[in-house]
């Protein structure tokens, strides 16, 4: 097959899906990251709390597989309201900063109805290609 299976150590198993998958050639494909943290458990009912968590949760899969922020050439975010997330600019740019740092790959925004979690307000995933 030549890829592997990524889970971050200590996180709850994903069901149905995983984490990441990191191919032969160092590409890293990350599955859609909520504001949940390693037990899948929210903390945060707040768009930033959980845009935060999303982003380490990223963090943590592509740490997991070898990799760094400055790896990841692209984001898409998911995002259940457009309002919000235009109104806390400055807060979502403070907190993008804080944890990826001043890397800014490719992105897209995409708003949506619904995520799978009913608590989720936004889904992150990544994809980012690993230095040998």
Aim: aromatic residues 10%; without cysteine; hydrophobic residues 45%.
């Amino acid at each position: 097959m030549g890829h592997r299976f990524i889970t971050p150590e200590n996180w709850a198993a994903p069901k149905g899906y995983a984490n990441g998958v990191l191919t032969r050639d160092r590409q890293l494909f990350t599955g859609g990251q909520i504001g949940w943290n390693e037990r899948q458990e929210f903390e945060s009912n707040d768009f930033i709390g959980q845009m935060e968590q999303a982003l380490r949760n990223v963090m943590a899969i592509i740490e997991a597989a070898g990799g760094r922020a400055q790896d990841i050439t692209r984001l898409t975010w998911y995002v259940t309201d457009k309002a919000e997330y235009l109104a806390r600019q400055k807060e979502v740019g403070e907190v993008y900063r804080k944890v990826l740092g001043r890397h800014f790959p490719a992105m897209t925004m995409v708003v949506v109805a619904a995520l799978i979690e009913d608590e989720a307000l936004i889904e992150i995933e990544a994809t980012a290609v690993l230095d040998d």
